[in-house]
């Protein structure tokens, strides 16, 4: 997990987020708080300059990553050194505004207009899309196949992803004189200026526009349209939590560029009886106090697969409480090699007999059966109190503790702790 969530916080995306869902939410956020959008608002172009900023160390994988690693801080680059930076200064190094109250402050560096800028790499097919799937224990451990409907993006085949309709061509937006961005400015820091690119709020970034009547009818000039199909995954037997299933070529497509791919990452949820570590399971049983002494001979538990499995433990052999027996080959199926299993773990806990139980037990004869009562404690104290039995639980362990008896003496006006020989 990242040291600091702050830039994550200014695109509204989680420290786990893929580039695709940083990209989107740029995007989105881009739109929304595009100082055009906001003319009312006098901190509507620092804030977008400073989700601006986000995105430019969160899109590049290297900052990215020393930003996850040491926050703003890990950003220095070499030399840095010295006291952790807030937000403020590092922002100002990245818009590498002017000294002086004056103009003239550089860009720094981004680049929407398709213009090679430091943050902009080729894209080769559709964003994936990743979808947390929740699976239970018997699906990892049988295997299952699930059919469902799914939606997605592809190229419009109307217009064959232009937009446009028929012969129509885009014309140049007026707005950024057909780069695609234009220049936003904003007092960073006392006396500082900033100056950056931001993507065209008229255009969206692509330094072209089509006009309303020359927009396909079919998609009304967004190049894509909606699709549905069905689709059939199949969780594997032997899959574990967080594994992936890759459906590829099922994603979003965008013009000119072949379809994404659509990720399904297992997401294992607890099970009421057993637990998974690698391809062991590990199960409670409970056996009762004749079972303990005499032993057992029946159906134990019911596995994932729906079998019982019967067990004998030895003849004239004591079972303890919390004593563990392992069922060989009786854990998860190994993924690919579903003949290889892993063990299974099961920890016996003895059910003691209900209180009614023995009102109708001989108790003297079941004294002679039983093993002999302790006797007192050695060694034998001087001298001896009665105390009341009571029973009790252990959640009321340790309410009645004086927090403020554990202050440190150091917290105390004055104290100081000494340490003194016994």
Same mark, same amino acid.
């Given at each position: 997990?990242?040291v600091e969530?702050e830039?994550? %916080? /200014? &695109?509204g995306?989680?420290?786990?987020?893929s580039?695709?869902?940083i990209k989107?939410a740029y995007?989105k956020?881009a739109k929304?708080l595009?100082?055009d959008?906001?003319?009312?608002?006098?901190?509507?172009i620092?804030?977008f300059?400073?989700?601006a900023?986000? !995105?430019e160390?969160?899109?590049d994988?290297?900052s990215?990553e020393? !930003?996850d690693? #040491?926050?703003?801080e890990?950003?220095?680059?070499?030399?840095?050194g010295?006291?952790?930076?807030n937000?403020d200064d590092m922002f100002?190094?990245?818009?590498?505004g002017?000294?002086?109250?004056?103009g003239?402050?550089?860009?720094?560096g981004?680049?929407?207009g398709g213009?090679?800028?430091?943050?902009s790499?080729r894209?080769?097919?559709? @964003?994936?899309?990743?979808?947390?799937?929740?699976v239970?224990?018997?699906?990892? #451990?049988?295997?299952?196949?699930v059919?469902?409907m799914?939606?997605?993006?592809?190229e419009?085949?109307?217009c064959?992803g232009?937009g446009a309709?028929g012969?129509?061509?885009?014309?140049?937006c007026v707005?950024?004189?057909?780069?695609?961005?234009?220049?936003?400015?904003t007092?960073i820091?006392?006396?500082?200026l900033?100056?950056?690119r931001a993507?065209?709020?008229?255009?969206?970034g692509?330094g072209e526009?089509?006009? @309303?009547?020359?927009r396909c009818k079919k998609c009304?000039?967004?190049?894509? *349209?909606?699709e549905?199909?069905?689709q059939e995954i199949?969780v594997?037997k032997?899959?574990?939590?967080?594994q992936?299933?890759v459906l590829?070529?099922?994603?979003?497509?965008e013009?000119?560029l072949p379809?994404?791919?659509?990720?399904f990452?297992l997401k294992?949820?607890p099970?009421?009886?057993?637990e998974?570590s690698?391809? %062991?399971? /590990?199960?409670? *049983?409970?056996?009762t106090?004749?079972?303990?002494?005499l032993g057992f001979d029946?159906?134990? /538990?019911n596995h994932?697969d729906?079998?019982?499995?019967?067990?004998?433990?030895?003849?004239?052999k004591?079972i303890k409480s919390?004593q563990?027996?392992?069922?060989?080959?009786?854990?998860?199926?190994?993924h690919?090699?579903?003949?290889?299993r892993?063990?299974? #773990?099961v920890v016996?806990?003895?059910?003691?007999?209900e209180e009614?139980w &023995?009102?109708?037990?001989d108790?003297?004869t079941?004294?002679?059966l039983l093993?002999?009562k302790?006797?007192?404690?050695e060694?034998?104290?001087?001298?001896?109190?009665?105390?009341? #039995?009571?029973?009790?639980?252990?959640?009321?362990?340790?309410?009645g503790? %004086?927090?403020?008896?554990?202050e440190?003496? %150091?917290d105390?006006e004055?104290? @100081?702790? @000494?340490c003194?020989?016994q």
């Amino acid at each position: 997990m990242p040291v600091e969530t702050e830039l994550y %916080d /200014l &695109l509204g995306v989680p420290p786990n987020a893929s580039e695709g869902d940083i990209k989107k939410a740029y995007r989105k956020k881009a739109k929304d708080l595009h100082p055009d959008k906001n003319p009312n608002d006098p901190e509507a172009i620092q804030n977008f300059q400073e989700m601006a900023a986000a !995105y430019e160390i969160l899109n590049d994988p290297n900052s990215r990553e020393a !930003y996850d690693s #040491y926050g703003m801080e890990g950003l220095a680059g070499p030399g840095g050194g010295g006291a952790p930076r807030n937000m403020d200064d590092m922002f100002a190094e990245f818009f590498m505004g002017s000294m002086g109250g004056g103009g003239g402050g550089m860009p720094f560096g981004f680049d929407f207009g398709g213009g090679g800028g430091r943050g902009s790499r080729r894209r080769t097919k559709g @964003e994936d899309s990743v979808i947390p799937y929740e699976v239970s224990l018997e699906d990892l #451990y049988n295997g299952k196949s699930v059919k469902m409907m799914m939606e997605r993006e592809i190229e419009c085949g109307t217009c064959k992803g232009t937009g446009a309709r028929g012969n129509a061509k885009p014309k140049k937006c007026v707005s950024c004189e057909g780069k695609g961005w234009t220049h936003v400015q904003t007092q960073i820091a006392p006396g500082r200026l900033g100056t950056a690119r931001a993507p065209c709020n008229e255009c969206e970034g692509v330094g072209e526009k089509l006009r @309303e009547k020359d927009r396909c009818k079919k998609c009304k000039g967004e190049k894509t *349209v909606k699709e549905k199909n069905r689709q059939e995954i199949f969780v594997e037997k032997g899959m574990s939590d967080g594994q992936r299933i890759v459906l590829a070529g099922a994603g979003d497509q965008e013009p000119g560029l072949p379809p994404g791919d659509v990720i399904f990452v297992l997401k294992a949820q607890p099970h009421p009886s057993f637990e998974r570590s690698g391809n %062991d399971l /590990l199960t409670t *049983v409970k056996v009762t106090l004749s079972e303990a002494l005499l032993g057992f001979d029946r159906i134990l /538990l019911n596995h994932l697969d729906g079998r019982g499995l019967h067990v004998a433990s030895p003849p004239r052999k004591i079972i303890k409480s919390g004593q563990t027996i392992v069922l060989r080959g009786e854990g998860m199926p190994t993924h690919k090699r579903t003949d290889e299993r892993g063990d299974m #773990y099961v920890v016996l806990e003895i059910e003691m007999p209900e209180e009614q139980w &023995l009102q109708n037990v001989d108790v003297k004869t079941l004294e002679t059966l039983l093993p002999p009562k302790k006797a007192d404690v050695e060694p034998k104290p001087s001298t001896v109190d009665e105390a009341k #039995y009571e029973e009790s639980d252990m959640v009321e362990f340790g309410e009645g503790a %004086d927090d403020d008896a554990w202050e440190d003496a %150091d917290d105390e006006e004055g104290g @100081e702790t @000494e340490c003194r020989t016994q």
